[in-house]
């Protein structure tokens, strides 16, 4: 499922056909593997931490920081010590327009853009918009400031969560960059951080491969080891089924609740709104952008034994798949989305359980 295809001679007839950057290349068509690491980077943006630990109590505006030097970043990045209670949080990196902080976050990144008057917050602000049935408070870790993909010069700092990768080399590209392929000459992704018994995170390597058909039909591949050590930009939870955080309004029309799967049944975890028992129909976006599909459960048993398949049993993507209490991905491959997408064939996503039993309680991407 990842290893990459190259049709070596139409398609390479089709590509120099179709793409300029593809008709003129010196040396016969080829290049060598320095000459394209040469022509490509890889950047992890950096992050400084400018502010410590504080606390921020319950019915009170607390300013966090003043007149803090934004010239060559693009965000503000702030750790909770514990994940943020409710949705009676906001932050303001001006005094004056503040935006709401979601629910269940550990880490918030806000972007300057023009918050910043001259390259200066005039500061950093969080409130409390209502009383809450319990008094409460919350505590920052730290505040950091983060450069973004084109670091600034002299920048040391630590690694973001963020790598992007670049080419122009004349070649047709393919990144591997972490779980996830991208085609093309450019490739941006957030990436997960390891943690320590703290809580804490810690660096994290990773190595991006870049393969690249060259013209005249040769296949390159070159190395990038890289790591990351904070979170730069926060992976953003976006939900399929189970979304905490819906209205209650949202909840009351369609509760969405954990469910135990029944062993041989194909409609209990088939995702169509009109053919599945509780899981809706994946957008084409999901399926084309091949996300990977994280489902959040619990008391599975030891005989546990799952399969993959579409909703027309005509194709089975992954077998015998065994999970864990928690949480389990499943990627989402090109042949998955031809067939399920209703963009595609219109088969439907379907999961069903051979033996055993658990608890399905969530299914989300993150990006």
């Known amino acids: 499922m990842k290893k990459i295809l190259f049709l070596l001679v139409v398609t390479v007839c089709a590509f120099a056909a179709c793409d300029p950057v593809h008709e ?22 950096k992050v400084i931490q400018i502010e410590r630990q504080q606390t ?49 976050v550990s880490v918030y990144r806000s972007v300057i853009g023009d918050k910043a008057v001259d390259g200066i917050l005039p500061k950093i602000v969080i409130r409390q918009t209502k009383n809450p049935n319990q008094v409460s408070s919350i505590i920052t870790k730290g505040i950091f400031k983060t450069y973004g993909a084109k670091t600034a010069p002299g920048i040391d700092g630590k690694f973001g969560n963020v790598i992007t990768c670049q080419t122009s080399a004349p070649v047709n590209a393919k990144w591997y960059v972490g779980d996830k392929e991208f085609v093309g ?29 060259c013209a005249d039909g040769t296949v390159l591949t070159v190395k990038y080891p890289v790591e990351c050590e904070e979170i730069s930009n926060p992976l953003i939870k976006y939900y399929i ?22 062993a ?17 129909t994946i957008p084409d976006e999901v399926y084309f952008g091949l996300k990977t599909l994280i489902f959040d459960v619990s008391d599975v048993t030891d005989n546990f ?16 798949v065994k999970w864990i209490d928690g949480l389990n991905e499943l990627q989402i491959t090109q042949t998955m989305a031809d067939e399920c997408a209703k963009g595609g064939e219109g088969r439907d996503l379907d999961l069903m359980l051979y033996s055993g039993s658990m608890t399905l309680k969530a299914v989300y991407y993150e990006e």
């Open 56 to 104: 921020i109590k319950a019915n009170q505006e607390t300013v966090l920081m003043e007149n803090v030097d934004v010239k060559d970043c693009e965000g503000i990045v702030i750790y909770f010590a514990d994940p943020i209670p409710d949705d009676y949080w906001e932050i303001s990196l001006n005094g004056e327009s503040f935006e709401s902080i979601p629910k269940n």
């Open 185 to 213: 000459n450019y490739a941006s992704k957030k990436m997960k951080l390891k943690w320590d018994e703290n809580g804490d995170y810690v660096s994290t390597p990773y190595t991006v491969v870049l393969t690249a058909l």
């Open 24 to 45: 003129d290349i010196g040396n016969g068509g080829h290049i060598t593997a320095d000459e394209l690491k040469a022509m490509s980077t890889v950047v992890v943006d």
């Open 264 to 280: 041989w049944d194909a409609a209990a975890m088939r995702f169509s709104s009109t053919e599945g028992a509780h899981l809706p």
């Open 305 to 320: 034994d799952l399969k993959v398949m579409n909703g027309w049993w005509s194709n089975t993507y992954y077998d015998h």
């Open 241 to 262: 089924y189970g979304d905490p955080n819906r209205s209650e309004d949202e909840k009351a029309e369609d509760p969405q609740l954990p469910f135990k799967p029944g």
